[in-house]
Every structure is written in structure tokens, then in C-alpha cells.
């Protein structure tokens, strides 16, 4: 059987998702692997439903086994965010395939580019531009266009590209016999607040901001039956995160740190902790802070990340540590097999039970011990707060 990877956030799954999922089925995929993020996200802000209702829609369109992106790298830059997801689909041991869409659609310039970011010299480009008070990613973007030209830079500008780039860059790093394999994003481009209803795709982001404003009828032709039903349900009984429970709380954390303390978060530049600090202590919403925070070099979503690992407890030390398990989320009959191939071929240790792996001590037990706080404080953004513990206890998914 071959077996894909693909790495999502699924906030929630739609139909674009679906499209990469069948265009995988089409390559020849018997085999799906979702390597997902659990309740907290890239961008720096909660998932909209919890890891479970997303993981039971992902298997229910099309996915077979899901498996958890651990939180160090789901909350992080696109550079960690592949790093850890690569990873994780290499330590499966079965894995020959990685589907991602992309901007581009096709993978040659994106394969250029990403072995443009090996050369050392764009190391050294990169840290010179930062030094003049670029963000990194102008900086890299910049760095890679005066050394290879800016066509070769191109896919540093678009959203999707830069994701697909940072996978193709971990492949050939770690000189991966994973294959890749890419198709053009279709129809909404991923920050598009106007879904495309000839295509019946929507972005993410205008999923979401529907869903938040009670405009939920009008959503469901952008999502397979399996995730409309799921944000029906979240509708129903009020558990998704409702975002503004989560202010108080988080300023209560960040108003009782010391610049010391700023400065031990993951992927701070030198210095950027006193102007945090400082943002603060004059701020009286998180909004203020963010903008008073907020320079060329530092946007909403790196200090939205920043701000979100002080309250989650997410130390530097486990920036850039390797993936030190595989957890199971979920599975189909199909997943079974897989999971079943994996036991002989993987190279960490494999369980759905965050308590086992847990008690495997040393870094699995600080990254299960920090999965398992954010979702204790993920589910104080319920009307109805759960009490603490539940990681441990929900079982597997199995359809």
C-alpha cells in the first residue's frame, strides 16, 4: 500500500481540503496519514473546535490515520511547523509520499527554491537584512533573490508556497526518500474573506469568521457533511473556542512576567523581551498590546505566537528538539494497517495514550505534560469549562 502524509491545521476541514485528499486517492494513494495540530495553531490562536471533532471530520472525509503534530511545532513558524511535521512523517518508518497544495501548483520552482535556503550564503544574507530591521521572512525572501535571482524567491511570497517550501527544504535536508507531491490551490486563496462559489471553496479564515459572526447556514457549501456537522454540534452545545475568554486570562499571565522570563520563549530575538514587557504594563487589552508591541520586524502573528507560549508554558528548549514520539489520534480500518506496518517500521515510540508516553520520561514526558496544559486551558474557552485531565482520558477515535 502507498502510503501520504499530509500536514494540516483542518480549522475545520473544507473543501479544499477534500480536493487534496482525492487528488492524493488519484496519485495512487492507499493510504492517508493527517498529521494534525491539536488545540492550538499556527497563527497563535486556538483551533475553532477541539482536536477530536476535527479529527473524527478528517476521518470521515477521507483521512485514515491521524496522528498529532505536538504542540512546540503546531504553534510555531512555518520553519518549526515543517520541521516537526517532516519529521514525524519520516519516524513512521512507512511514509512515501507528502501531499501539500501550493500557490504554484507544480514543484520545480518550489524544489529550487527550497535548495536555494541550503546554500550559506543565505544564511548570512538572511542575518544581515535582519540587522537592518527587516522580518525574517523579507529578509529571507530578500536574501534568496539577491543570490539566485527573484524568480527563485518568488514562492516566499504567497502564503501556501512558503509552507510547500519549508517541506521540500526538510526533505532534502534531511535526504528524505519521502516523494512529494503538490496541486495548485483551487478556487479562495487562503486569507480570502469572498469564497469562490463556482469552485464551492472558501478559505479558512472566512470559515471561521461566519461561524463567529452566526452567519453558520451560510457555509455549507464550502464544507464535506462530516465538518458541517461537527460545527452544527460545537453550534449546539457551545464547545468551540470562544475567543474572548481567552483575554483575561492570558493578560493575568503575561502581567506577572519578568523581561527574563519573555526572553525564555521560543523564536525571541535579542531584546524583543523588554519591549514586551513594557507593552504590558501599559496595555489594558491584548489588542493594545499587540500593537504597541508590534514593529516592521515583528508582526500580529509571530507576537500572537509569542504572547500564546508564555500562557501555555512552551519553554525555548523544546523549539527546535526532534519529534520524541508519534501519538495516535484516530483510524479507520485502513489506518489500522497502517498503524499495524508502523510497529515494525517506526522509529519512535507509537501510542494513542498520553499517559504512556508520558511516563516514557525526558522529552516525551515534557511534551506530553505541555500537550496536556494546553488542553486544559484550551477548554476553559467553553462557556462551560471541563475539568483538568481530559488529554489523558479521551480515548482513541476509531470509524
Known amino acids: ?31 492517508i496519514v493527517a498529521i494534525l495540530s491539536g488545540n492550538w495553531l499556527q ?8 482536536k477530536g471533532e476535527r479529527v473524527r471530520a478528517a476521518l470521515l472525509s477521507g483521512v485514515d490515520l491521524v496522528l498529532e503534530l505536538p504542540l512546540p511545532y503546531a504553534m510555531a513558524t512555518a520553519e518549526r511547523f515543517a520541521f516537526g511535521g517532516v519529521a514525524l512523517a519520516e519516524a513512521l518508518g512507512c511514509v512515501d509520499c ?36 527587516l522580518s525574517y521572512a523579507a529578509a529571507r525572501q530578500d536574501a ?25 527544504y526538510e526533505l532534502q535536508r534531511r535526504g528524505s526518500g519521502i516523494r512529494p507531491f503538490t496541486i495548485p ?15 464551492a471553496t472558501a478559505s479558512a479564515t472566512w ?32 464547545r468551540w473556542a470562544h475567543p474572548e475568554r481567552l483575554e483575561l486570562p492570558l493578560l493575568a499571565v503575561l502581567r506577572r512576567m519578568s523581561p527574563k522570563e519573555y526572553a525564555a520563549l521560543p523564536d525571541l530575538s535579542e531584546g524583543l523581551e523588554n519591549r514586551l514587557a513594557a507593552a504590558v504594563k501599559e496595555a489594558r487589552s491584548l489588542r493594545e498590546v499587540l500593537e504597541r508591541a508590534k514593529t516592521k520586524r515583528y508582526s500580529h502573528a509571530r507576537l500572537r505566537r509569542l504572547l500564546l507560549a508564555a500562557y501555555l508554558g512552551i519553554p525555548q528548549t523544546a523549539a ?18 497502517i498503524l499495524s506496518r508502523a510497529k515494525e517500521t517506526a522509529s519512535l515510540p507509537i501510542s494513542h495514550s498520553l499517559a504512556r508516553l508520558e ?27 471541563l475539568s483538568c485531565g481530559t488529554d489523558y482520558t479521551n480515548g482513541i477515535i476509531m470509524i
Open 1 to 31: 500500500m502507498t502510503v501520504t502524509a499530509i500536514i494540516a491545521e483542518y480549522n475545520p476541514f473544507h473543501n479544499g481540503h477534500g480536493l487534496l485528499v482525492q487528488a492524493a486517492r488519484g496519485a495512487g494513494a492507499g493510504g
Open 43 to 50: 497563527r497563535g490562536e486556538p483551533a475553532l473546535l477541539p
Open 98 to 133: 507528502l501531499a501539500f497544495g501550493s500557490e504554484t501548483g507544480v514543484l520545480a520552482p518550489l524544489e529550487s527554491c527550497a535548495a536555494s535556503l541550503l546554500d550559506p550564503g543565505v544564511d548570512k544574507a538572511i542575518r544581515q537584512g535582519l540587522e537592518k530591521g
Open 144 to 168: 534568496v533573490a539577491a543570490l539566485f535571482g527573484r524568480e527563485a524567491a518568488e514562492p516566499l511570497s504567497r502564503p501556501n508556497d512558503i509552507l510547500a517550501v519549508q517541506y521540500l
Open 185 to 199: 490551490r483551487q478556487g479562495a486563496g487562503h486569507h480570502d474573506r469572498v469564497p469562490d462559489r463556482k469552485a
Open 207 to 238: 470559515i471561521r469568521e461566519q461561524f463567529l459572526a452566526g452567519e453558520r447556514a451560510a457555509l455549507s457549501p464550502y464544507l464535506p457533511e462530516a465538518s458541517r456537522a461537527a460545527l452544527e454540534k460545537a453550534a449546539e452545545t457551545g
Open 320 to 337: 527546535w528538539q526532534p519529534p520524541p514520539y508519534l501519538r495516535v489520534l484516530g483510524m479507520n480500518a485502513t489506518g489500522r494497517q
Open 359 to 385: 511516563h516514557l520520561g525526558g522529552t516525551a514526558g515534557e511534551f506530553a505534560k505541555l500537550e496536556a496544559r494546553a488542553a486544559d486551558l484550551y477548554q476553559l474557552l467553553y462557556p462551560e469549562p
